[in-house]
């Protein structure tokens, strides 16, 4: 058994944590859970701390548990949130509890038959035959308003200058969070629930349950929330969270995020999001302080945790559509790229609509570049263009006399005209 505190500690991963935790785990295997909110048929890398906490915990020998917070994705968690979420039927959760499930089966092992294959857990399972009355005689009566309005998430919300104050069904969510607690307690002899620093409040309600209602001992571990150095938020882009499903976030562009971290956030990063030993992070680091132009830091990681949440070809793919922005790429590597790839490679570059059929009788390299995309100002301009030998079509050099055909289209429906080494343009066929 390998000492989980120890590990997590030098990554950098520890926030708070209970005292006799450490001891508590090196006796024996333990079971241990994070909750993790379905409201999304995908995780984002926001959830990637807490998912990274439970494999370091299979790893260490213990048995990890992923809780799917089926019931209380209904109600809305107050924790640093200003608003309550949607209440979701339990179809649509049906089916994020199984896209999270094969998303974490990448991390997590689930099918082994080992005493600590991981599990997942649904709290609508046991919640949901659970009736008001009994709720408020079996769990309410054991935890006081003043414990409940001490918390900081109950604080904070109330102080605020909102309006709307806070709801009843926001103010129970630690009850209900640490229901989930006392039933893991009992049904998996969970003993220890992990979770962001913002949690400590409704995961200590939980292990105050545990004294209460079974005399028993339960533990709380909390991870630091991710910030990036220039103050901006962690796991959102300009289009918005960074997901691990492929369809919403691109490979490519989730090999981007990590590959334009700052040297700061590389250096705290690659030790959460990586399984890379103590000693290769650390001769990374001095490599990379040597020669920060060089980025390492920034190229491993990417390459890492690419791998780890899609797949090796991902990542080759995704260094090769970065290199067609930035290297010496060729007409097959772009004709390689999927039609989401190259949209995302080729994000805010102006485009112009030219009708298939007129591709397809072939439309002149002039005439592409001036009268039917804009993309040069003038006939004339165009010829002097390509008079310099600065035009390409594809990342193939052109002359005054190349007609732009089907055979030009990629994936059936784009071009890509390029003057000299950085002004690109798309015509897409339509």
């Known amino acids: 058994m390998k000492n989980f505190i120890e590990e997590v500690t030098w990554r950098g991963m520890l926030h708070d944590v209970m005292p006799g935790t450490e001891e508590h785990l090196l006796e024996q295997m333990r079971v241990a859970y994070v909750g993790i909110d379905p409201t999304a048929d995908s995780l984002h890398i926001g959830h990637l701390v807490g998912v990274m906490m439970l494999k370091h915990f299979q790893l260490s020998g213990h048995k990890p548990l992923a809780l799917v917070g089926g019931a209380t994705g209904m109600i809305g968690d107050p924790s640093g949130k200003s608003n309550e979420r949607n209440l979701l039927d339990e179809a649509t959760l049906r089916h994020n509890q199984e896209s999270i499930k094969a998303q974490l089966s990448r991390f997590l092992d689930f099918t082994s038959d080992a005493p600590n294959a991981a599990e997942l857990v649904n709290n609508y399972d046991w919640m949901k035959e659970f009736s008001f009355l009994d709720f408020i005689r079996d769990v309410g009566k054991h935890i006081t308003v003043n414990y409940m309005m001490a918390k900081d998430s109950v604080k904070k919300r109330l102080s605020s200058e909102s309006a709307e104050g806070m709801s009843f069904t926001e103010f129970t969510y630690q009850l209900v969070q640490g229901y989930d607690f006392l039933h893991l307690y009992k049904a998996k002899n969970c003993t220890l629930q992990m979770g962001g620093s913002d949690q400590w409040g409704n995961i200590t309600t939980?292990?105050?349950?545990?004294?209460?209602?079974?005399?028993?001992?339960?533990?709380?571990?909390?991870?630091?929330?991710?910030?990036?150095?220039?103050?901006?938020k962690f796991g959102k882009s300009e289009g918005g969270n960074i997901w691990l499903d492929a369809e919403r976030t691109s490979p490519y562009k989730f090999y981007q995020y990590w590959l334009n971290t700052s040297d700061t956030d590389a250096e705290k990063y690659?030790?959460?999001?990586?399984?890379?030993?103590?000693?290769?992070i650390e001769a990374l680091i001095e490599q990379h302080r040597g020669e920060p132009h060089l980025r390492a830091l920034q190229k491993r990681l990417a390459e890492e945790i690419t791998i780890m949440v899609h797949s090796k070809t991902d990542l080759e793919n995704a260094i090769k559509a970065s290199n067609i922005l930035f290297g010496n790429s060729?007409?097959?590597?772009?004709?390689?790229?999927?039609?989401?790839?190259?949209?995302?490679?080729?994000?805010?570059?102006?485009?112009?609509?030219?009708?298939?059929?007129?591709?397809?009788?072939?439309?002149?390299?002039?005439?592409?570049?001036?009268?039917?995309?804009g993309f040069l100002a003038s006939n004339s301009e165009a010829r002097r263009a390509l008079k310099e030998n600065s035009i390409a079509v594809n990342k193939e050099k052109v002359t005054e006399d190349y007609q732009i055909t089907s055979k030009d289209l990629i994936n059936g429906q784009f071009v890509l005209l390029q003057r000299g080494k950085k002004n690109y343009f798309v015509i897409r066929a339509v």
């Open 206 to 232: 939980g292990t105050e349950l545990v004294r209460r209602k079974e005399s028993g001992k339960a533990y709380a571990l909390t991870c630091p929330l991710i910030t990036k150095a220039d103050g901006t």
């Open 270 to 280: 690659i030790k959460i999001f990586t399984f890379l030993s103590k000693a290769e």
């Open 330 to 373: 060729t007409s097959e590597d772009l004709k390689d790229l999927d039609a989401k790839t190259f949209l995302d490679v080729f994000e805010g570059v102006p485009q112009a609509e030219i009708a298939q059929a007129e591709i397809e009788s072939g439309v002149g390299i002039i005439e592409a570049l001036s009268g039917k995309s």
